[in-house]
């Protein structure tokens, strides 16, 4: 892995060789019927913060019915006016964090996965120009915060742990930065983005 692969120019130049199919995607779950998985999006949202590159996290009120109180990207179900799954990503971040779509430089889709929670997920990858006067959605979103990808690719704040679902064991990837932890299905994201990253 080379040294300067976090860099904002490393970074840049891996992101811009995405296009509109995932660069990775997952099977189904054992036990999950992918028929009933519900479309989804996000987008992971990335801005160049004194030279390093860092990712904008949310982090979900206590009183959301679904992943209450979880750190997430910001994203959603499809709806019926979303032409694809890159608008919905776009669509969704807007209205969670109050990043404009036209301030998006979207580069296109990393990876595609189902949940145990029966989601199927598109994460998508876009930047935009830090400084940003986010709007954050209180009804949706209890705290937002920018995290460095080197940071959060030390393997200090990385841990691996078995979890179990019904008769199958997973891999969750935890990630510490200051007082949050992302970990779930948002930390499978993260860890796969920065292992592609340093490929």
Request: charged share 25%; proline share 8%; glycine share 8%.
């Amino acid at each position: 892995m080379r040294e300067d692969h976090l860099s904002p120019k490393e970074v840049r130049r891996r992101l811009a060789t995405l296009g509109d199919q995932p660069q990775l995607s997952y099977g189904r779950i054992p036990g999950v019927d992918p028929s009933m998985l519900t479309p989804s999006a996000v987008l992971i949202p990335l801005c160049e913060v004194e030279g390093r590159m860092s990712a904008v996290f949310t982090k979900r009120p206590d009183t959301m019915p679904e992943h209450s109180g979880e750190v997430s990207f910001p994203g959603g179900r499809v709806e019926e006016d979303d032409e694809d799954l890159s608008q919905t990503a776009l669509r969704e971040t807007e209205e969670e964090i109050g990043l404009s779509t036209q301030d998006v430089e979207l580069y296109g889709a990393l990876l595609e996965m189902p949940t145990v929670t029966g989601y199927q997920i598109t994460a998508y990858v876009g930047e935009f120009s830090h400084p940003y006067d986010f709007e954050p959605n209180p009804g949706e979103i209890e705290a937002l915060f920018v995290a460095p990808l080197e940071e959060l690719a030390d393997p200090k704040n990385h841990r691996v742990e078995r979890r179990s679902w019904g008769e199958h064991t997973f891999d969750i990837h935890y990630f510490d930065y200051e007082e949050y932890v992302i970990w779930g299905a948002t930390g499978h994201m993260l860890d796969v983005l920065l292992g592609w990253l340093g490929e």
